[in-house]
Each structure stands twice: as structure tokens, then as C-alpha cells.
């Protein structure tokens, strides 16, 4: 059976150009693609001049030891020079890089030139600590300006940061920490969420019971709650950063000097740390910051609603933003707190011209209903990004009407942890987007999918997706474990690195993401793609979420299995009848091969911090089998919740 072929089911018509005044004046238009593709070096050489070096690289890109990739080896760079100083030597110290929104409601604007001082200071403190280039550093934060501080202070020394999910457990910290034996802590007392104080430092405290070498925490005071210190080893960051001075001189580093370590969400497994590292990083974020959004930094209020502690927070609340010198909007809390309408609130408080967040949380908003934003004047708004997973077609085109007024593209982001920055995704002054596709490799990428034997696919095909020539911001190992990462990502097919991920060539040759291999269904001979159901799912008024897994089955093989929430007044009167209808749902939207086995109503479902759903926990129920790795679910009791409101397995 390996041959198998992909059911290829849905069908999509409708189509968004561009708006006129938007493909004016865009920053990318055809002629971009059609430079990048004659000389995808040549193009990320042109683009390394974003930055400011402290030797300029004559070299761009070194594969001689594949798949260890170097880019613009030969020269150096400082990356919190390049996010900071430079912006406020060019005049800019008065713009404000974060208008900070803390969930009770109190709130700081921070200009450039007071970032830079706080940098300083910071930087001058971890020296006065010992901090060296190359320590590791691990930072514990909620959403407040200080996370940004520390990543850069870090960044600024050569240090290497290693941010972990402020919502994670000790053990989750401490598992990270001794992956990168790390021995500097930077945390909190404690952030806000949903209305209340939560604490933070005994999280950290229990952490390092296994963690002997950690010897200096540093403790932001945000809610002032009692916290305990621990006398030689805790140091208030308030204080340890007042007794030093708020200049510093910054050193040049090689470009491939480490940046820092992020790991995965952990939504196919144990969590992978991903090394990046400094000029191509800071390349590959800036360019596609600016191009995928069109960003005009002079004019534009950028939000990127997501935390610190995933990539996303990473790539575009920190460095692609403030290396392109824009002004973004960072939000500690949760959507509903102190009510629905938050978010809005906010858009239309700072007058938010472009937001980029998940589908989980459009999802959501589906859910709670159109009125909440209908409240709110959103006008300023004209782009919308999406990432973390497939964009449903309904979700995207309830996003672009009711939140984007029908007029703002949608760009739906495709790309991973591992690559650093956006490898496809629409361009928003050029493409005619397509509801629920990636659509083309951004400019600068080659991307293919093919099929089991690395042939590419044809026009209308689906298959596995790859990544054919090296990118400047792709990770360069995993920590400490150079064999893993040749094996992960490198080993499926030669030369070429393996996504992990399904995906569809339409009849335009346009990309659309299927979900994950290992998700992926083979039922009676037939790969079915978990996205295309789910997405059939929610496009059925009853729905608000949907998810899909196949479970062993003796006579198909694999069978579907979906689990699924459903709105408001269908939830209360959810029964056999309300199943019944969604699999003749599903069997007219897609065929019968596609119909479920089994529905399960459930009134949650388990999600990575990052807002993905964690299939592999699903399938463990469906097949009844003890569940693997929760640490990074947001809330390990869904499972139970789940598991209560279900039939005895079949
Ligand atoms: P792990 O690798 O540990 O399982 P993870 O893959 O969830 O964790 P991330 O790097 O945060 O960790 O997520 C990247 C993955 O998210 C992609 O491989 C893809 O499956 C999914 N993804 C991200 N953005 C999109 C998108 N726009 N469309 C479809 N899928 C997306
Ligand atoms: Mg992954």
C-alpha cells in the first residue's frame, strides 16, 4: 500500500484580489517573485543589506557541509544594535516600539530610546553577574515589556536565550534548563490572567530543586505579590538593573553566532530544541515581516496576538518588528478578560492597521459571536495574519468579514519553529487569495511536495511537503544533538528537508496545507487529510471546532474518528440525532469515504500553549490506549473532561 494515493477532495471558488490602493503601493509586487527566483542568493545577499553590520558579509550562503547550512559567514552583526541603537541614531528614539496593554488595564507606551536604555542596563547587569557570549540564559516571563528587555539584553552579550511558556509547569522549565544547562533564571513574581494575580517564582523554585547549577535568578516585580527569595541566588531585576548605567557599548559577532533556543510545541511529540542563529535569523524575519504584511513602519500599528514563549513571539513581536524599526501592540491577557470584546477594544484603541494570530482564536471568536466585534470601530485595520495551523475556509472568511470589514487581505502564514520565518504564504498586494490556502512559496523560498519516492507532484496532486534549497533563518542544529537533527529533518529524502507536513498542489499550483503526516488518515487505501474534514465540520453551523484523528479499524484499516464542539444553543441539545447529521454533513461535502466512523461531542479539546490541537492525545482515546506526552498541553484536566463525557470505547 505505499502507493497510495491522496483523496483529494475539497473545492473552493471563492477569491479575494487584492485591494487596488493596497497593490499600488505594495512593498512586494510580481517583479519581486520573478527576481528572487532567478537568484535566490543573490536576492537574500541584496536583502542582508536590511541590516547594519559591523563587517558588512562578502559571502551569503555556505552548504559545502550540508545539512549544516552558514550564511554571510564572514561578517559580524550585534542583533539588539540592530533592533535598537540604530533606529535611535537615525532619529527615531521617539517612536514607539511596544504600546504595552497589561490585562487589568494599566498600560506603558515604550519608545525606542527607552528600550535601549533598559537593554543597556540589563546587559550591563547580567555582565555585573558573570554572564558571558554564549551562556545560556532561560527567561521565564508573562507578557510584559521586561520579557522583550531580556531576549535583548541577552541577544546584546551573545548570550543565548532560551524563552520558556510562561504557563508552563516547573517541570517543563526545568526539563529545558537542563537540556541547555542554563545558569541564569529571569522570571516574575507573577503575571495576570483572567482578572487575577497568578504566581510565577514557585514554579521556578520547585524547578530548580533539580537544578543545582542554576546560581542567579532574577525576579521582575509585576503584581507585587509575596514572594519568596532565596538568599545568595534571587536578586529583584528592578534593583539589579537601578545600580547600573544605561549605556553599553555593543560587540560585533559572526553572523552564525548563536541566538538562542526555542523549543517546538510539541504537538507530534517530546518538544525539540531549535537553534538559530544571528544574521540570517534576523534576515529571514525582518524581510518577511515586511513583506507578507506590507509593512510601512512610519504609519502602521502592528499586533502580533501571541506569546513570547512560541516562535511566533519570537519572529514577530521581537525581532522581525524592531529590526524593521515598527510600532506593534503587546498584550499580556487573555481574550476575555475582563470581557469578549478585548481584543477589539484594543484594535480600535491603538488604532491596529495589522493583526496576526491563530485560527484557534478566530475560532473562538466564530464561537462567541459577530455582535462583540460589530461594537467596535476596526477600521484602521487592513491586513489579517493567520498562523499556527490550517485556516478553516470558514474561519478565514468569517475573519476577513467581520473583522476585516471585507476588505483586508488575509494572509495565511505557513511555517514552522525550525524555519524561523515564513516560507509560504500569500503576498497581500499581489495574490488573489483563496480561503484556506498557504497559497506560493514566499519570495527567496523553494518549495515542493512530492510524493513517497521525492518525485514532485503534479498540479492538482497532494503529497508530502519539502523544502529544496536552504533559507537564511532555517535552524542550524538541534541543541546538543546534531545526529537528531539530521535524522528529523534531513534523512526522509536526500538534500531535501522534510516538513513533517501534507499538503496539496491545486490545479493553479497553488499550496494548501493537509495537516501533518503523522495525522494523516489511510482509510481503505485512501490518505485522507485531517484538515479537509475538520474544516468540512466547521463549515456546518452547529460546529465551533472540530478535530480528527484515525483510529485502527479491522476492516478499513484506519477509520475516522472526530471530536467536536459544538455553539452555543447546539451544545445544549446535543444527542445522536446532532452526530447523525454531521456525517451525512460530511458525506455530501466531501464523499462518503470521508463520512466519520464515529462523533464524539466533547466540550474541549486538548491544545498546545501555542492554541494547536495535539491529534496524538485524540487518537490515544479513540485506539484507548494510556496517553503520551502532555507537558505542553494548556490545561492537562481537558483530557479528563474529555474522557468523562465519552461512550465506553467501542
Ligand atoms: P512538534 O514539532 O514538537 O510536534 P509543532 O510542530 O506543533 O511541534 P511549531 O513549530 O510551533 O511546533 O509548529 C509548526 C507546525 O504548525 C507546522 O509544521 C504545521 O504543522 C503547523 N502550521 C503552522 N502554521 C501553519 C499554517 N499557516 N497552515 C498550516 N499549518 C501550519
Ligand atoms: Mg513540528
Same mark, same amino acid.
Given at each position: 500500500?505505499?502507493?497510495?494515493?491522496?483523496?483529494?477532495?475539497?473545492?473552493?471558488?471563492?477569491?479575494?484580489?487584492?485591494?487596488?490602493?493596497?497593490?499600488?503601493?505594495?512593498?512586494?509586487?510580481?517583479?519581486?517573485?520573478?527576481?528572487?527566483?532567478?537568484?535566490?542568493?543573490?536576492?537574500?545577499?541584496?536583502?542582508?543589506?536590511?541590516?547594519?553590520?559591523?563587517?558588512?558579509?562578502?559571502?551569503?550562503?555556505?552548504?559545502?557541509?550540508?545539512?549544516?547550512?552558514?550564511?554571510?559567514?564572514?561578517?559580524?552583526?550585534?542583533?539588539?544594535?540592530?533592533?535598537?541603537?540604530?533606529?535611535?541614531?537615525?532619529?527615531?528614539?521617539?517612536?514607539?516600539?511596544?504600546?504595552?496593554?497589561?490585562?487589568?488595564?494599566?498600560?506603558?507606551?515604550?519608545?525606542?530610546?527607552?528600550?535601549?536604555?533598559?537593554?543597556?542596563?540589563?546587559?550591563?547587569?547580567?555582565?555585573?553577574?558573570?554572564?558571558?557570549?554564549?551562556?545560556?540564559?532561560?527567561?521565564?516571563?508573562?507578557?510584559?515589556?521586561?520579557?522583550?528587555?531580556?531576549?535583548?539584553?541577552?541577544?546584546?552579550?551573545?548570550?543565548?536565550?532560551?524563552?520558556?511558556?510562561?504557563?508552563?509547569?516547573?517541570?517543563?522549565?526545568?526539563?529545558?534548563?537542563?537540556?541547555?544547562?542554563?545558569?541564569?533564571?529571569?522570571?516574575?513574581?507573577?503575571?495576570?490572567?483572567?482578572?487575577?494575580?497568578?504566581?510565577?517564582?514557585?514554579?521556578?523554585?520547585?524547578?530548580?530543586?533539580?537544578?543545582?547549577?542554576?546560581?542567579?535568578?532574577?525576579?521582575?516585580?509585576?503584581?507585587?505579590?509575596?514572594?519568596?527569595?532565596?538568599?545568595?541566588?534571587?536578586?529583584?531585576?528592578?534593583?539589579?538593573?537601578?545600580?547600573?548605567?544605561?549605556?553599553?557599548?555593543?560587540?560585533?559577532?559572526?553572523?552564525?553566532?548563536?541566538?538562542?533556543?526555542?523549543?517546538?510545541?510539541?504537538?507530534?511529540?517530546?518538544?525539540?530544541?531549535?537553534?538559530?542563529?544571528?544574521?540570517?535569523?534576523?534576515?529571514?524575519?525582518?524581510?518577511?515581516?515586511?513583506?507578507?504584511?506590507?509593512?510601512?513602519?512610519?504609519?502602521?500599528?502592528?499586533?502580533?496576538?501571541?506569546?513570547?514563549?512560541?516562535?511566533?513571539?519570537?519572529?514577530?513581536?521581537?525581532?522581525?518588528?524592531?529590526?524593521?524599526?515598527?510600532?506593534?501592540?503587546?498584550?499580556?491577557?487573555?481574550?476575555?478578560?475582563?470581557?469578549?470584546?478585548?481584543?477589539?477594544?484594543?484594535?480600535?484603541?491603538?488604532?491596529?492597521?495589522?493583526?496576526?494570530?491563530?485560527?484557534?482564536?478566530?475560532?473562538?471568536?466564530?464561537?462567541?459571536?459577530?455582535?462583540?466585534?460589530?461594537?467596535?470601530?476596526?477600521?484602521?485595520?487592513?491586513?489579517?495574519?493567520?498562523?499556527?495551523?490550517? $485556516?478553516?475556509?470558514?474561519?478565514?472568511?468569517?475573519? =476577513? +468579514?467581520?473583522? *476585516?470589514? !471585507?476588505?483586508?487581505? /488575509?494572509?495565511?502564514? @505557513?511555517?514552522?519553529?525550525?524555519?524561523?520565518?515564513?516560507?509560504?504564504?500569500?503576498?497581500?498586494?499581489?495574490?488573489?487569495?483563496?480561503?484556506?490556502?498557504?497559497?506560493?512559496?514566499?519570495?527567496?523560498?523553494?518549495?515542493?511536495?512530492?510524493?513517497?519516492?521525492?518525485?514532485?507532484?503534479?498540479?492538482?496532486?497532494?503529497?508530502?511537503?519539502? $523544502?529544496?534549497?536552504?533559507?537564511?533563518?532555517?535552524? =542550524? +542544529?538541534?541543541? *546538543?544533538? !546534531?545526529?537528531?537533527? /539530521?535524522?528529523?529533518? @534531513?534523512?526522509?529524502?536526500?538534500?531535501?528537508?522534510?516538513?513533517?507536513?501534507?499538503?496539496?498542489?491545486?490545479?493553479?499550483?497553488?499550496?494548501?496545507?493537509?495537516?501533518?503526516?503523522?495525522?494523516?488518515?489511510?482509510?481503505?487505501?485512501?490518505?485522507?487529510?485531517?484538515?479537509?474534514?475538520?474544516?468540512?465540520?466547521?463549515?456546518?453551523?452547529?460546529?465551533?471546532?472540530?478535530?480528527?484523528?484515525?483510529?485502527?479499524?479491522?476492516?478499513?484499516?484506519?477509520?475516522?474518528?472526530?471530536?467536536?464542539?459544538?455553539?452555543?444553543?447546539?451544545?445544549?441539545?446535543?444527542?445522536?440525532?446532532?452526530?447523525?447529521?454531521?456525517?451525512?454533513?460530511?458525506?455530501?461535502?466531501?464523499?462518503?469515504?470521508?463520512?466519520?466512523?464515529?462523533?464524539?461531542?466533547?466540550?474541549?479539546?486538548?491544545?498546545?500553549?501555542?492554541?494547536?490541537?495535539?491529534?496524538?492525545?485524540?487518537?490515544?482515546?479513540?485506539?484507548?490506549?494510556?496517553?503520551?506526552?502532555?507537558?505542553?498541553?494548556?490545561?492537562?484536566?481537558?483530557?479528563?473532561?474529555?474522557?468523562?463525557?465519552?461512550?465506553?470505547?467501542?
Amino acid at each position: 500500500m505505499s502507493e497510495t494515493e491522496w483523496s483529494n477532495l475539497s473545492t473552493e471558488e471563492r477569491r479575494f484580489p487584492p485591494p487596488p490602493e493596497l497593490a499600488a503601493q505594495a512593498n512586494v509586487t510580481e517583479e519581486t517573485y520573478r527576481v528572487a527566483a532567478q537568484d535566490p542568493e543573490a536576492f537574500w545577499a541584496e536583502q542582508a543589506k536590511r541590516l547594519s553590520w559591523g563587517t558588512p558579509p562578502t559571502e551569503t550562503l555556505d552548504w559545502t557541509n550540508p545539512p549544516f547550512a552558514k550564511w554571510f559567514a564572514d561578517g559580524t552583526l550585534n542583533a539588539a544594535y540592530n533592533c535598537l541603537d540604530r533606529h535611535v541614531e537615525a532619529g527615531h528614539g521617539d517612536r514607539v516600539a511596544f504600546h504595552f496593554e497589561g490585562e487589568p488595564g494599566d498600560t506603558r507606551a515604550v519608545t525606542y530610546a527607552e528600550l535601549t536604555r533598559e537593554v543597556c542596563r540589563a546587559a550591563n547587569a547580567l555582565t555585573t553577574l558573570g554572564v558571558q557570549a554564549g551562556d545560556r540564559v532561560a527567561i521565564y516571563l508573562p507578557m510584559v515589556p521586561e520579557a522583550v528587555v531580556a531576549m535583548l539584553a541577552c541577544a546584546r552579550l551573545g548570550a543565548v536565550h532560551v524563552v520558556v511558556f510562561g504557563g508552563f509547569s516547573a517541570d517543563a522549565l526545568s526539563t529545558r534548563i537542563l537540556d541547555c544547562d542554563v545558569r541564569v533564571v529571569i522570571t516574575a513574581d507573577g503575571g495576570y490572567r483572567r482578572g487575577s494575580a497568578s504566581a510565577l517564582k514557585p514554579a521556578v523554585d520547585t524547578a530548580l530543586e533539580k537544578c543545582p547549577d542554576v546560581r542567579t535568578v532574577l525576579v521582575v516585580r509585576r503584581t507585587g505579590q509575596e514572594t519568596a527569595m532565596t538568599e545568595g541566588r534571587d536578586l529583584w531585576w528592578h534593583e539589579a538593573l537601578a545600580a547600573e548605567a544605561d549605556e553599553h557599548t555593543p560587540q560585533m559577532f559572526p553572523a552564525e553566532h548563536p541566538l538562542y533556543v526555542m523549543y517546538t510545541s510539541g504537538s507530534t511529540g517530546k518538544p525539540k530544541g531549535i537553534l538559530h542563529t544571528t544574521g540570517g535569523y534576523l534576515v529571514g524575519t525582518s524581510w518577511t515581516h515586511w513583506a507578507s504584511f506590507d509593512l510601512k513602519p512610519e504609519t502602521d500599528v502592528f499586533w502580533t496576538a501571541a506569546d513570547i514563549g512560541w516562535v511566533t513571539g519570537h519572529s514577530y513581536l521581537v525581532y522581525g518588528p524592531l529590526v524593521n524599526g515598527a510600532t506593534s501592540v503587546m498584550y499580556e491577557g487573555t481574550p476575555d478578560t475582563p470581557h469578549k470584546g478585548r481584543w477589539w477594544e484594543i484594535v480600535q484603541k491603538y488604532g491596529v492597521t495589522i493583526l496576526y494570530c491563530a485560527p484557534t482564536a478566530i475560532r473562538t471568536f466564530m464561537k462567541w459571536g459577530e455582535q462583540i466585534p460589530a461594537e467596535y470601530d476596526l477600521s484602521s485595520l487592513r491586513i489579517l495574519g493567520s498562523v499556527g495551523e490550517p $485556516i478553516n475556509p470558514e474561519a478565514y472568511v468569517w475573519y =476577513r +468579514t467581520h473583522i *476585516g470589514g !471585507d476588505r483586508t487581505p /488575509v494572509v495565511d502564514t @505557513w511555517w514552522q519553529t525550525e524555519t524561523g520565518m515564513h516560507m509560504i504564504a500569500p503576498m497581500p498586494g499581489v495574490t488573489a487569495g483563496k480561503p484556506g490556502a498557504a497559497m506560493r512559496p514566499v519570495p527567496g523560498v523553494s518549495i515542493d511536495v512530492v510524493d513517497d519516492e521525492a518525485r514532485p507532484v503534479a498540479d492538482g496532486h497532494a503529497g508530502l511537503l519539502v $523544502i529544496t534549497k536552504p533559507w537564511p533563518s532555517m535552524l =542550524r +542544529t538541534l541543541w *546538543g544533538d !546534531d545526529q537528531r537533527f /539530521v535524522d528529523t529533518y @534531513w534523512s526522509r529524502f536526500e538534500g531535501l528537508y522534510f516538513a513533517g507536513d501534507g499538503a496539496k498542489k491545486d490545479a493553479d499550483g497553488d499550496l494548501w496545507l493537509l495537516g501533518r503526516v503523522d495525522d494523516v488518515m489511510n482509510v481503505s487505501g485512501h490518505r485522507m487529510s485531517t484538515t479537509e474534514i475538520e474544516s468540512s465540520l466547521v463549515s456546518h453551523p452547529k460546529v465551533a471546532e472540530a478535530a480528527v484523528v484515525g483510529a485502527k479499524d479491522e476492516t478499513t484499516g484506519q477509520a475516522i474518528v472526530a471530536f467536536v464542539i459544538l455553539r452555543g444553543e447546539a451544545a445544549e441539545q446535543a444527542g445522536e440525532d446532532v452526530v447523525a447529521e454531521l456525517r451525512e454533513h460530511v458525506a455530501r461535502d466531501i464523499g462518503k469515504i470521508a463520512r466519520p466512523r464515529q462523533i464524539m461531542v466533547v466540550p474541549e479539546l486538548p491544545k498546545t500553549r501555542s492554541g494547536k490541537i495535539m491529534r496524538r492525545l485524540l487518537r490515544d482515546i479513540a485506539e484507548d490506549r494510556e496517553l503520551g506526552d502532555v507537558t505542553t498541553l494548556t490545561d492537562s484536566s481537558v483530557m479528563d473532561l474529555i474522557k468523562d463525557k465519552l461512550p465506553s470505547a467501542p
